[in-house]
């Protein structure tokens, strides 16, 4: 924030009426068991309101929203021998985003704290939720009807309608978002003029207009069509981050290319990167040798596109990943599935962050009818390969692509798995597994079909397939279904 930015910040807030629940002014006082009281307030009136943010403002007349300064340091304020700001920030539970600035205007000195709005659950401070009741703070638990209230906001919040950038003029918003970018990935000419340009980022709901000629700029915007991600604070670290370790394990990274622009705008360059770094094996033709990709590159493109959309953006502190070992690229996302993995290839797909999901299809980086995961299943049989591994780990989702393996080198885990994933691609395409489709599946000789066979009872016994109940062919013709059909 600069100081432009700052006066017209002061200019709003002191415009507003005297008993605005998340804002706070004061003149001195900055004791700091009230100080962190009082970001607890806000974060949670600003949540009740629907505030992109909540202010505390030193320098400004309680009563009469005069500019008279305040001597408050908060910079230069510790407690013991920690420094104030962080000691607050460890205090705070869950942590939340607080920003202080110092500016001074017709010379006095004023101080603003800038907090974030709580976000799934209340803001508590050392171990109690607070919360503003007119003018004053007050334990969140002493009024219920206000934490009932709170609660139902939670509940219906969504990542896409938050602010990332707010009370930002027309020239600075055409500086943040990729606003060619935009119209060219919706197939939309561009508009003559600025007004032309702003109205449609509006129509979309990349922005708001905030009013007095300010703007907001909202999390949709920003993570689609961010210029550059590290702009927009909250949105930092869910760039995409690409890391390609030395072997099979994480002892070395050889090289990490942290994303720098929104998904869309740099969705195809990311996966265009992300398959030049991928490992290549020497294919022998009629006459020549030539290098081919371990990975099918269509597999690569819908498990990114499905790690940035599918994402809990709700969870701080990391993002989605592309890790690139030798024997296997592991994609990954913060956040649980909506839907169990196993029925990733046939159920629609459902996601947390349906504006997202819905504009990303528009612009078409992802699929309209949940067929990217059938595409991934697909590619990754014609290239032989060993069946993907959706799992959950650690609260994230993880897809895992294994390179080349002869079937005599898949253990009993990845057979299973084969045969389930092949059982369902065959069932969703209309037809049935058999012996003889498991066995072109997984390289087996015809002879060998006592092996296939073995595979095919190993995965009902995991409750995985069944066999289906019409005919009575011999175990060599019988064909089989998944579990849930």
């Not at 401070?125 to 003018?135: D, N, T």
């Not at 990217?372 to 650690?394: H, N, S, Y």
């Not at 609260?395 to 369902?424: K, W």
């Not at 995991?462 to 062919?473: A, F, M, P, Q, Y």
Request: charge should be neutral; proline fraction near 5%; charged fraction near 25%.
């Amino acid at each position: 924030m600069n100081q432009k930015e700052f006066e017209h910040l002061i200019h709003l807030l002191v415009s507003l009426p005297k008993e605005t629940e998340w804002i706070e002014f004061k003149h001195n006082n900055h004791e700091s068991q009230d100080i962190g009281e009082y970001l607890s307030a806000l974060a949670n009136s600003a949540a009740l309101h629907r505030q992109p943010w909540g202010y505390i403002v030193w320098g400004i007349e309680d009563g009469s929203h005069k500019i008279i300064g305040t001597d408050f340091k908060p910079r230069h304020s510790k407690i013991g021998n920690e420094e104030l700001e962080n000691w607050l920030a460890v205090q705070l539970e869950p942590r939340i985003d607080f920003k202080i600035f110092e500016f001074s205007i017709e010379g006095k000195a004023l101080v603003v704290f800038q907090v974030q709005p709580a976000n799934l659950i209340p803001v508590r401070f050392r171990g109690f939720e607070y919360i503003r009741i007119g003018s004053y703070k007050k334990k969140l638990s002493d009024h219920p009807e206000k934490e009932r209230a709170i609660w139902a906001i939670f509940n219906e919040s969504r990542f896409e309608t938050g602010i990332a950038a707010h009370g930002i003029t027309e020239d600075r918003v055409l500086e943040l978002l990729d606003y060619p970018g935009y119209f060219r990935l919706t197939s939309q000419p561009l508009p003559e003029n600025r007004s032309g340009i702003i109205s449609k980022l509006e129509s979309d709901k990349l922005i708001v207009n905030h009013g007095h000629e300010r703007f907001d700029v909202t999390n949709l915007g920003a993570i689609l069509f961010a210029v550059r991600l590290s702009s927009f604070d909250r949105l930092s670290r869910k760039a995409l981050r690409v890391v390609i370790y030395k072997g099979s394990n994480r002892i070395e990274a050889v090289k990490e290319q942290p994303g720098g622009r929104g998904y869309a705008i740099g969705f195809e360059g990311a996966v265009s990167w992300i398959n030049d770094q991928l490992p290549q094996n020497e294919h022998i033709g009629q006459a020549l040798r030539t290098e081919v990709r371990m990975f099918p590159q269509i597999a690569i493109r819908e498990l990114v596109a499905n790690a940035l959309i599918h994402q809990d953006f709700n969870i701080s502190g990391s993002g989605p990943m592309v890790e690139i070992f030798s024997d296997r690229v592991e994609i990954s996302n913060p956040g649980t599935p909506l839907i169990d993995p196993l029925r990733f290839i046939d159920e629609p797909p459902r996601s947390r962050n349906e504006d997202l999901a819905s504009l990303m299809r528009r612009m078409h980086i992802c699929e309209e009818r949940g067929s990217g995961i059938d595409k991934v299943i697909t590619a990754i049989e014609e290239f032989q390969l060993p069946a993907p591994d959706f799992r959950v780990a650690g609260g994230s989702m993880v897809a895992v692509l294994l390179g080349p393996r002869n079937f005599s080198r898949m253990d009993r885990e990845e057979r299973i798995r084969a045969c389930y994933q092949h059982t369902v691609m065959m069932y969703v395409s209309g037809k049935r597994m058999k012996n003889e489709s498991l066995r072109k599946r997984l390289g087996i000789k015809d002879e060998s079909y006592p092996l296939a066979s073995r595979i095919i009872s190993d995965t009902i016994n995991s409750d995985l397939i069944k066999r289906h109940s019409e005919g009575n062919e011999s175990l060599r013709n019988a064909s089989y279904v998944p579990f849930w059909a």
